[in-house]
């Protein structure tokens, strides 16, 4: 994450964007590579940039402005950067915390509940939001990773920390 991507979010917070349309763009964007390619480019003018945003975003809308801004900064590629601290910063402010959950067998409801409320417990926050992402690397065991925070818990760390004690002696 970049700290202009980090900044950009944080002006859409001020600005109170609605998420949903920001996501609904992201999602147009996403689907349409040409369109992101187009808009990344240098070669294409400011003022083409401008027009193709028009045509396909209702025009009147501030994310459409910030659209426009990110294409004359010449920092489209930021985009989905943008997008993603855009929504943690949101759910930052609405105290919900961001996790993800790497697994090998996916956990059962108590076991997430467990990891839940070590997090709100661990965190001081009220909510948590974990979002579960099979990895069999992981051997067994799981990865909780917050942030730049990791709590590693999976057979593959355990092995690599147990070779790094015998390595060190």
Not at 69 to 93: A, G, P, T, W
């Amino acid at each position: 994450m970049t700290q202009k991507a980090i900044n950009y979010a944080e002006v859409l917070c001020e600005l109170n964007i609605d998420a949903a349309e920001l996501s609904d763009m992201e999602a147009v964007v996403r689907e349409n590579p040409e369109l992101q390619e187009a808009l990344t480019c240098p070669v294409v003018s400011r003022e083409k940039k401008s027009e193709v945003i028009d045509k396909i975003f209702d025009g009147s809308k501030t994310t459409v402005k910030f659209l426009k801004v990110l294409c004359n900064n010449s920092d489209f590629d930021q985009f989905f950067e943008i997008c993603r601290e855009y929504r943690v910063l949101i759910k930052k402010k609405a105290d919900v915390l961001l996790a993800t959950l790497y697994y090998v067998t996916p956990p059962t409801e108590t076991q997430k509940k467990g990891i839940e409320d070590f997090l709100k417990k661990e965190y001081k926050t009220s909510d948590v939001e974990l979002t579960l992402e099979k990895k069999d690397s992981l051997i067994g065991g799981f990865i909780i990773k917050v942030g730049n925070k990791e709590y590693d818990w999976s057979l593959a760390g355990r092995c690599k920390r147990l070779t790094q004690r015998l390595v060190t002696r």
